[in-house]
T-cell receptor, first 106, second 114 residues
Framework: KQEVTQIPAALSVPEGENLVLNCSFT??????LQWFRQDPGKGLTSLLL?????REQTSGRLNASLDKSSGRSTLYIAASQPGDSATYLC?????FGKGTRLSVIA | SQTIHQWPATLVQPVGSPLSLECTVE??????LYWYRQAAGRGLQLLFY??????ISSEVPQNLSASRPQDRQFILSSKKLLLSDSGFYLC?????????????FGPGTRLTVL
């Protein structure tokens, strides 16, 4: 059964810093991997979707990578801003990680 | 464009009462539909998914049930709520046919069982 782990559970950084969020999964036979953002008390916003045949996807200041062989994905956020503060969730079909709670301090 | 609606947005119910949460999708046909629950201090857990009318797959045994009476309507129900049913319930849709497609989530329903 697929297990998705996200490290760290929480992260606090000063504004402007570049940061990396990590996601690992146990079953590499995935169709895709998706990164979401969740603001407190809100639903999920899709950030990036990486298909199993892809190695990375970029959207603005966000870059997500996928290494199926090692069972890892990273979400890179460049030049972080206070508005980036949220919980970031990693998802492989049908299974979510528990998320990384990010705080960007002005 | 496609949109997904959930209601109610918040709900407070006594233990033992029934539950009905509704999710509807607009702008697409025959979507895959999903119900997830996010309990306090825990991650998002898949409860049910459906690939078509009347087709429901359950991922976790519990006192909840799901139904899909229409193509773009997905309902989560319970006959008798438990305290442990409290949480944030999210509905999601996906383009039909391929699990490799992106999932899109609704705004969620926050359920408190007292």
């Amino acid at each position: 059964k697929q297990e998705v782990t996200q490290i760290p559970a929480a992260l606090s950084v000063p504004e402007g810093e570049n940061l990396v969020l990590n996601c690992s999964f146990t079953d590499s036979a995935i169709y895709n991997l998706q990164w979401f953002r969740q603001d407190p008390g809100k639903g999920l916003t899709s950030l990036l979707l990486i298909q199993s045949s892809q190695r990375e996807q970029t959207s603005g200041r966000l870059n997500a990578s996928l290494d199926k062989s090692s069972g890892r994905s990273t979400l890179y956020i460049a030049a972080s801003q206070p508005g980036d503060s949220a919980t970031y969730l990693c998802y492989t079909p049908l299974v979510f990680g528990k998320g990384t709670r990010l705080s960007v301090i002005a | 464009s496609q949109t997904i609606h959930q209601w109610p947005a918040t709900l407070v119910q006594p233990v033992g009462s029934p539950l009905s949460l509704e999710c509807t999708v607009e702008g697409t046909s025959n979507p895959n539909l999903y119900w997830y629950r996010q309990a306090a201090g825990r991650g998002l857990q898949l409860l049910f998914y459906s690939v078509g009318i009347g087709q429901i797959s359950s991922e976790v045994p519990q006192n909840l049930s799901a139904s899909r009476p229409q193509d773009r309507q997905f309902i989560l129900s319970s006959k008798k709520l438990l305290l442990s049913d409290s949480g944030f319930y999210l509905c999601a849709w996906q383009t039909p046919g391929l699990v490799s497609r992106e999932q899109f989530f609704g705004p969620g329903t926050r359920l408190t069982v007292l």
